[in-house]
T-cell receptor
Framework: DTEVTQTPKHLVMGMTNKKSLKCEQH?????MYWYKQKAKKPPELMFV???????INESVPSRFSPECPNSSLLNLHLHALQPEDSALYLC????????????FGPGTRLTVT | GEDVEQSLFLSVREGDSSVINCTYT??????LYWYKQEPGAGLQLLTY?????DMKQDQRLTVLLNKKDKHLSLRIADTQTGDSAIYFC?????????????FGQGTTLQVKP
């Protein structure tokens, strides 16, 4: 099973709202990733967690706050977002960090109004 | 720096073969990947190849790697309308263990009935 699940599928939020995106995998992977994808563009890496510790933050604004409560779960907390943050947010996981296959979830389509 | 390039669009007739090309610059790349993304969906890992291989075949998919020219191709035999999607080439640098993938811009494959 190479499934990564993400909830919700769609999210509409105002600029003053606080919301969270959730990601889950049960493959025993110890690396998890958040990507942001704009229409017709490749995914852009935001954060990497390795063994539940944040290992990479690609200079993401602080209005995005990641959290890895355990080895199966990854959250992305959102606060005071801007309309330009509207995008598809993808979660991925791999066995560990390094040159290993990354498996992606279906994404959360976020619209900021 | 690291860069991956792909042509943006390919149109084929159903039943024909499709060939999607990709070039990369990082000579230390260890793994090279092909992902498929259908409209509104996440990325599906199609196949990958180690940099010490020249070719990999998996059912209708054939990956060819020319390491000297840093050129990767994905051939889809007997292309079907269900193959219509965006195809991303990606490399995982062998010079670091961060798990960071470098994606190409994506090739939109249009399959005409």
């Amino acid at each position: 099973d190479t499934e990564v699940t993400q909830t919700p599928k769609h999210l509409v939020m105002g600029m003053t709202n606080k919301k969270s995106l959730k990601c889950e995998q049960h493959m025993g992977h110890r690396a998890m990733y958040w990507y942001k994808q704009k229409a017709k563009k490749p995914p852009e890496l935001m954060f990497v967690y390795s063994y539940e510790k944040l290992s990479i933050n690609e200079s993401v604004p602080s209005r995005f706050s990641p959290e890895c409560p355990n080895s199966s779960l990854l959250n992305l907390h959102l606060h005071a977002l801007q309309p330009e943050d509207s995008a598809l947010y993808l979660c991925a996981s791999s066995q560990v960090t390094g040159p290993y296959e990354q498996y992606f979830g279906p994404g959360t389509r976020l619209t900021v109004t | 720096g690291e860069d991956v390039e792909q042509s943006l669009f390919l149109s084929v007739r159903e039943g024909d073969s499709s060939v999607i090309n990709c070039t990369y610059t990082d000579s230390s790349s260890t793994y090279l990947y092909w992902y498929k993304q259908e409209p509104g969906a996440g990325l599906q890992l199609l196949t990958y190849i180690f940099s010490n291989m020249d070719m990999k075949q998996d059912q209708r998919l054939t990956v060819l790697l020319n390491k000297k020219d840093k050129h990767l191709s994905l051939r889809i035999a007997d292309t079907q309308t269900g193959d219509s999607a965006i195809y991303f080439c990606a490399e995982s640098s062998g010079s670091s263990n961060t798990g960071k993938l470098i994606f190409g811009q994506g090739t939109t494959l249009q399959v005409k009935p």
